[in-house]
Structures are given as C-alpha cells and as structure tokens.
C-alpha cells in the first residue's frame, strides 16, 4: 500500500514540476550499470540455452555423429545437406507440410475472420460466446490430440456418427485417421479446430481499433455495406490478419505435437510433417548429424520467410 | 521382441514403481526393469521365493510397451545404475554388447555349469548372443516369445458355414495351413452377419510408430522367401531382402489387409488386435503368445471358444516371427555379485518350471518340451512348435533405423497404396545400406 | 488505453442481423467445444461405456477413471478376490467390482507435481528476469535495443524439436537431463522472449515523470524501481505470469524429449495411461479433465489481456 502511496504523491509532485531533466545524477548504481544488471541474465539465459545450442547444431550438421554410439565426430563436410535435398521421400514429407501449413491458415483466416465479423455485431451475450470460442486454443495440444484419437474412430467415436447423422453414411463407412485421402485434411480439421479462435481474436482486435467516424464518413457518402467492407473494414483488419498469419505459420510448420498423437504420421507417410521426421531422425534413429543439417534447414526456412513477411508486413502497415 | 503399445492383464496409469517386495536382509535390494505387462506380474509373484532363500529384496521398474525401448535405452546408454538387472528387447542385444551395457556372462555360465544347450537354440541366438550364432552370451533367454494366431473355433464349427465354405472351396473350414489358406479363409469370413453383426475375416498388425507392421509382415514374407542378407556373405541384401518371393509375401500381406481388416485398424498393434478379437469382430487374430494364457481364459471369447494355430506356410518354408526377451546384468549396477546369484537363482530347473505355471513363459528346453507342458494348454503345442521355427528382425546396434525404416517403406505400400511392393523393398535396400554404411559395415 | 470510448458503428445492424449473427456464433461455439464435453462426460464413464458402440450420449456416471487415474491394479480371478480381505474404502470396492485388485499407487500426483514446480518455477524466473529486462529496454538507451529486441524475439521462432537435438546433448553433459532444474532453466529460456515483449508493452505505459520524481527525491534507481515502477506494473506482470504459466503447462515436446522420468510432466504422461486393452480412455479423460481445469479458471481471469499475450503485444487493445 505505502508503494501505491509514493506513487501518488510522486504523480502530484511530477505534474506539478517543470519538464523532467534527462541528464542527471543519481546515488547508487549507475544507470549504465543497472542496465546490464537488468538484461544480462536474460541475454545470458538465451545465450546458453537457444544461441549456443544453434552453433553447436550447426557444427555437428557437418558430422556424421550419432549421439548413442560412443565414437567420435567424424566430420563428413556437406554430406548430410546434399542427402537431404537430394531425398525425395523428404521432399514429399515438406509437400505434406506445405498443405497441412496452408490450409489451416486458409481455413482459419476464413472462419476466423468469418466469426469476428459475426461477433463484432455485438449481440446480448456476445463475450460469453467469445470466451467460449476461445477455449479449444488455450489447452494443450497433446494432450487433446491424444483424446481426438478416440472421438475420430470410426466405431466407437461420436464423430462419424455425428457426421452420419447430417450426412445419412453409415458411422464406419469412413475413418478419417485411416485413410489416405481423409487423413491430410483430418489434421487439418483438428488444428483448425484448436487455432482458429486466435485468429478470430485477432480479427477482432482490427476491427474495434477501426475508428467509427471513416463509417461515418462511408456513409454519409452512401456506400453500400458490401463496398464499406471492401474500402474500410478488410484494408483496416489486414495488417492485423497479417500478424495472426505469420504466428500461425509459424506455429504450423513447427507443428509436432497435436499430429504426432493424432496419426503419428500415418497412414503411410501421409501426415508426416518435417518435425516429425525429424523428431524419428533425432530421436529414435539418433543420427544426430544428419537430424541436425534437418534442423538447421528448418531454421533457415522459418527465419528467412519470417524476416521476408515482415518486412512486407511494415509496408502493408505503412500504407 | 516387443517394444510397442499394449499390455493385457495389468497395469492402469502409467509407471509402476512397487517398493521392496519383503523385509531386506542385510539392506540389499536389487532393482529389476521389464516392460509393464502380465508376465510381470508373474515374475514378481516367483521373486518372492528369491528374497525369502536369500534375503535381497526386489525393487521393480516396470515401463509401458510404448516408453519401454526409449526409456531403458536412453538408462543402458546413460551408464546409469538404476537397473542391476534387465529383461531388455532381443533387438538390444547388439548394442548391449558391443557398448558393453551387459555383463558378459560366459565365465559366469561355465563357473555355475549354466549350459546354454538346455535352453531352446532360437532363443538362445536371439536372446543371449552376440555376434550372432557365436558363443558370446550376454543374457539368459527369460521370457520366450514368437506370433500366433487365435481363431473362434465356435465359428469354425458352425454347420451352415462349414456347408457353404465346403461348397465354394471344396474343403473343410479349418484353420489354415498356408498363407493362402488364410487368405481364403479370411475372405470368406469378410463381411457375413454372425450373431447379428457383421465380421472381418482376421486381424492383423499395421502400427507405424515403432515396430507393429514389421512385426507382423515378415510372418508372411519369411515364408516367401524374404532373407535378411546373403547367407554366404553377411550384410550382402541386394536380391535377398528384395527378392521376388519377398514381394510376393508383401503382396499377400497387403491382400489380407485390404480384403479382411476391421476398419479403422490401420495404426493397430497389440492391444487393437486383442480388442478386435474380443469384441466378436474378427474370426482370426495375428498376436504374441505372450497374450494366448489370457485369451484362453477369457469370460466371452476363450475357452470352448477360442483356437489357436501356428503361422501358416508359404512357399518357400514356415517361419514366424520372434519375440520375447532375455535376462541381463547391467554393467553399470553397483551389486553385480548379487545380480548374478540372482541369474543363477532364476537358471535352475525348479524356478523355471514354477515360472512357466505363475504365467511367464521359460525358453527351457525341459520345461517346454515336456508333455505335461504340452497338455496345460490349449495353445502349448503350437506355442512349441512355433518356437523351433522362428526367425528375428536385426540385433544391430543400430537396429532402431533399420527398423524404422523398414516401417515407414512397408506401411507406405501395404496401407498408404503407395507404388509396389519390389519398389518399397528396393527403396528399403538403399535405406538399410545406408544404415549400415554408418555402423561402419560393407552392405555392398 | 486510458479512453473508454466506445466504438459504435454509425449505422446500427438491423436487429435480424444481429439475430443471424448470434445464431451462427452460437452454433459455432456450441460445435466447437463438444470434444471438450465428450472428454469431461468419457472421465465419469466406466470403461465399456467409453468405448461402447455405438457412442453412449447417457450413461450412469462412475469415478471409475479416477481411480483407475490414481492407482496401480492387476486383474484377478473371481475366486481369488473372493479369498481377499474385504475392501478397506471405497475405491478398492470400486475396483474388485469389475475383478481388479489395486497393488499400488501410480505416478500421477509425481507428474502433477512436476508440472506444478517447472510450471510455477519457470514462471516465476521468467517474469522476473522479463520484467528486469523489459525495464532495462523500456527505460535506458541501450545500444542496438531494436536488434536485441529482435533477437529475443527470434528465440521464439526456433523449431522446438530442432533446437531440442543439441539441448539434449548438453544436457546430458551438464548432469541436467531428465531433472526439474533442467526443465524449469529451458521453459524460462523460452517464456522469456515473452515476457520481455509484453512487458516491455506494460512499462513503456507507466508514465516516466513518476520515477523522475522518485528519483529527484533521492531515491536510487533500483529504489525507484523497486517502489514507484513495480506496483504500477502489478496488472501486467500477473497477465504475463500466466501466459508463461499456460505455455509451461501445456509444453510438450521438450519435456517428452529431454525428461524419462524424474522431470515428466503431465502432457507427455496422459498419452500413455494405458489400461488392460489399450488406452484406458475413462483414466485418460479423467487426467485430461484435471489437468484442462486450470486453464478453463486462467482462460476466463484473462479474457481482457489474452490478445497482449499470443500477440507478443504487437496488438494493443
């Protein structure tokens, strides 16, 4: 409570000074000091558990090390890139990958936009149905993945029957887990499913931060609804869609979890994404070497598209 | 050689960590690691014996199917001695020795007159020998294993089907003696109403995680001719893992899958199988002998109900696939002298009798090949002959990618469609020469 | 933020449309959260229930998955349980009712535990060094502020399950593997770049002319800190602080990969409660339900902030 005072009459005082002086002296640690006391520990802290990790993976991208044979390094030089992207059962796990990242993000930008708009007519109730939507992205990924294994099956799962009872096909005429055709667009559902109220929320933020007197103005000019949307509100809501789909690509193409207990990658490879591929290659085949020139790529991948999108991203938000 | 999923009789939720069976003489206690499942149960009921002879008592680290490899691999690796003792995967067995993880056990064998000629010679080769087929023993054979199948013998002897199957095939319904039989006979049951609901015709292995599809593939392609490498020159695979006839053992596979498996059972291993089985949906089951005891007494489907047989011919001979365990010294264990007295006290005909009744499954050529075995059950005889006819996927050190990639190839074929069965086996050559390039060996 | 105007579109949607809207927002909402129910109706289903077919919508709710949750049991004949002593409470009644006998406990309430310490521990240190290096940013001219900000920001985006490959081989070396510390120093390590972005948001709010004042009046920067700065931020550490929860809480990957047993938490552990025929889905559903409860209670206290924090705060409301 005495920290809620000091603020206050500090407040009083603060007002009632002339400008603040930027330069000045101060007893105990100097700023300078202070500065590096409060951001070292965090800059450290990274340093040794994201930065130094990377380097020491990019180094043994160049080895044929395999961490549970007790033997040397043994450098091999560009070997494992050049197995890598010469392997066309890879590629066809980043083709997997490629659909899996953009028809979620399709698919969550529709809805999700879709829902925002909906919401944003604010009807009785509208941010209880809000926090509701939002609950699917607030769990955890694995652990709900697990649990769509059961509600997927074809028999004793309430999803086909579900799906039976709108459609008229009998509950184990399809599976969606199983099958080659279904499985790609089945976690495609499911991680729509979990992320699509972030996108949403999102949306939702673009479009309260829309200021009501550009409508005003829109109308008074007589715009229809349908070219007020087009002019105003989607121009206005895409830089923040932008953002929504850059974390969720983000989020996508690193996706393990969820898939991994969903199909672990089946039937055939057919929802095998490059993480967990990866993941078999680091550890389960333990061929550290080549899982590590994988994870290398993968960073590259992220980071450099993710640089690129930004710098889009301030230019759309420039404008 | 079971690493994945299941587990019949026992263990909900995870871990079993049971604390010290009885009082500990001395304070010595030994900790001994095995996958959580009903043999298990078994062991700890005879260990009882064990403490009471001489007062060490026993601590156990059971693990589920699912973390078992990982979890006692990543220990063995880590040089940790949270295990004296182990049951681990015949597949270890190549890493165990060649990374010294195991005790060596000749001069403990030769000193105590253990012979190895008293257990049956393919578990000796699977679960103790490395190098393959020299004397070089790293574990005593403790849990035998190999595939079987189960079928409804009531269904079997229904009048009205053994009619119409006698006037499609002209033969009796009974169980099959050759792939091709089991074909017939699994299409055949595909699709009809018993009991007032509809059944496939058998139920086979297709997980792709970990080990559930090889596992269950080369019962048919070791009888097509399928070989791991040249007999004549080792690790040489070019046209013996490729073979025609191992196509051809795909290719049957694959039939039986898309002809006669439940649907939905496309990840399916152990436990699906025995479900399958239980719930009246399948007429015939692809499974471990391990699960046959429970089966057999099972309230709704054993009994009068259930027949077993052994995996059926092809071509080119009769093989199955083998499983189960040996036991082993970890050579990190800080009790190595009582770790072995233990051995020794597991070895002798007694225990490995009483073993055999509590529900474990000794590899003793006495206990085995006894009648009285014989007669206990109605799965002993074919249990018997199935393990004088075995045969085991690689014990390379780095049998891991070598198994994986074997699942990714075949799970791609037989469930995914994907090109043809001699495509996913030269694909799998190159996987494998690739592997063992890396192990250092000449695949050429 | 200060201004609570209200941005009411000029034009009022016509009150069918508001209707259509609340109609289809509803239906989404209702569809969307049924596999959760399905979870919390399968935890209080007996086994046969669960996976009976076809999928039982009513069924007689039993606490059969939560014992078979907490304990250890093996499945016994019939005569044999009749030879027992009989059942001492009423989950062992529970459990011989369908001829299981429990032997022991099982490692839940560890991986409960596990999740609470590396969840809370992580938290704690990546709020405080968060808040000390969000001050740190917000505050002083620190030289290349952008990039370092960048850069802690670009710690967020490695792939968890590459980086994970050399963590593990460092791990192993430092004696850290498969331990809480290990757990709690790599969960804050990622929160952090969080942390330090939302908060960083939060103190840049707080007007400077009140630590000016502190200072002016001889306090020391830290004092000023410490006594004028904190208390203002109180609103945005707590949000913070669960957002890092939340992360922790859930993570799975890293803990499945860099922990076996000592340090598993509960995402990794809850896959893999299996029963006598499988998964034992009412056990699952059960740990599922537990484990989802905190965040339903964290979800509804952040309603107000959750956009700040899976936006990094790019995104202000």
Known sequence: MTGMDTTT???????KRAPPRSARRVVGLSDRAVVWLFIAPTMLLLLAINIFPLIWAIR????????????????VGIANYVDILTDEDLWTNFQVTAHFVFWTIALQVLIGLALALLINQKFRGHSFWTTVILLPMMLSPAVVGNFWTLLLQPQIGPFNYFIGFFTGAPASSFTMIGSVKLAPWTIVMVNTWMWTPYVMLICLAGLRSIPEFIYEAAEVDRASPWRQFW????PMVTPFLMLAVLFQAIQSFEMFDLVNLLTSGGPGSTTELVSITLKRAAFEKWETGYASALAVILFVTVFGAANIYVRVLNKVKQQ | M??????AGIVTAGFVAAAPISAQAEGKTLTMCWAAWDPANALVELDKDFTKQTGIAMKYEFVPWTSYADHFINLLNSRSAECDLIIGDSQWIGGAAENKWYVKLNDFFDKNHISMESFLPATVVGYAEWPKNTPNYWGLPAMADAVGWTYRKDWFAKPDLRAEFK????????????WDELLEVSKFFSGKLIDGKKVYGSYIFTERG??????????????????????KKPYHMDGFVNSPGAAKGMDVYKALFDCCQPPGLTNAYMQEGLDAFKSGEVAMQMNWYAFFPGLAKDPKVGGDKIGFFKN??????QFTQLGGQGLSVVAASKDIEDSLAYVKWFAQPAVQQKWTDLGGASASKAVLESDAYKKSAPYAPSFVDSMAMVKDFWAEPLYVPLLLDMQNRVHDYVVANKGTSQQALDALVKDWKRVFTQEGKDPS | MSGARLHRPFSEPSPLLRWLAALVVVTYAIVSILPIVWIGMTAFKSQSDAIAYPPKLLFTPTLEGFVDLF????????DFIAKLPPPANWYEKLARSHDMVIVGRSRVVERFVNSIIIGFGSTILATLLGTLAAYGFSRFKVPLADDLMFFILSTRMMPPIAVAVPIYMMYRYLGLYDTRTGMILLYTAVNVSLAVWLLKGFIDEIPREYEEAALIDGYTRLQAFRKVVLPQAVTGIAATAIFCLIFSWNEYAFDLLLSSSEAQTMPPFIPFIIGEGGQNWPAVAAGTTLFLAPIFVFTIALRKHLLRGITFGAVRK
């Open chain 1, 9 to 15: 009459t500090f407040a009083d005082r603060a007002s």
């Open chain 1, 60 to 75: 043994l991208s160049f080895t044929g090390f395999m961490a549970n044979l007790p033997r040397p390094l043994g450098f």
């Open chain 1, 231 to 234: 002019s105003i509100t989607l």
């Open chain 2, 2 to 7: 079971l690493k994945s999923f299941s587990i």
């Open chain 2, 167 to 178: 006037a499609k095939y002209k033969r009796e319904l009974e169980p099959p003696k050759t």
């Open chain 2, 210 to 231: 970990s080990e559930g599809i090889t596992m269950g593939v080369t019962n048919a392609m070791y009888n097509y001719g399928f070989e791991y490498m040249d007999p």
């Open chain 2, 312 to 317: 059926p011919a092809g071509p080119t001979g």
């Open chain 3, 71 to 78: 304990t250890v049991q093996t499945r016994q004949p019939h």
